[in-house]
């Protein structure tokens, strides 16, 4: 499966926050890309300039990144928590303690792309979202990671 037809998926908030920076990057960056290569060849003679070059290749990130981001969104499903579960699906928002440890944190499981572990969002394919996944309040879920196996008492599924 190609990266055009991989299914993104994403949260509301994290297709506002793609098509958001999708438009950043196709005004704003696009400008002053081409600001930069108009002066570097205001400079002259091209064939040994490296302001041409950097300003060139900067201009190829930029589309790739451009090119990218338009494949995720036109291949994105927007999902949502189904209100009234008490399944675990992407989109949720989960209170769990780690039994050994005794400590709580609570996360949303959101697809890859919108995978954020400092501000508490967790991908789905990580260890800890694939073993909440389909599970319900109450349950107690193996975790196998990179450092070893930790157990989690679900708490709260919202």
């Known amino acids: 499966m190609t990266m055009a037809e991989k299914k993104t998926l994403l949260t509301q908030e ?10 950043y990057l196709k005004g704003v960056r696009r400008i002053e890309v ?3 290569l108009k002066a570097a ?27 990218e981001l338009e494949a995720k969104l036109r291949n994105s499903d927007i999902i949502h928590a189904q209100a009234g ?9 989960v209170t769990v303690r780690d039994v050994e440890l005794d400590e709580v944190a609570t ?3 959101v697809g890859s792309t ?7 969002k967790i991908s789905d394919e990580s260890p800890l979202g694939t073993a909440l996944l389909g599970k319900a ?10 450092a070893g196996v930790f157990d989690f008492e679900i708490l709260d599924v919202k």
């Open 14 to 23: 994290g297709y506002n926050k793609l098509v958001e920076k999708l438009d």
């Open 107 to 109: 996360y949303m499981i």
């Open 114 to 120: 919108e995978a954020d572990p400092e501000n508490a």
């Open 41 to 67: 060849i205001a400079l002259g003679d091209l064939s040994e300039n490296s302001e041409y070059d950097d300003a060139k290749n900067e201009q190829g990130r930029l589309e790739g990144e451009i090119s």
């Open 34 to 36: 081409s600001e930069r």
């Open 85 to 93: 579960t008490d399944k675990i699906v992407i989109g949720s928002t």
């Open 137 to 146: 309040s109450g349950a107690t879920v193996q975790v196998h990671a990179p």
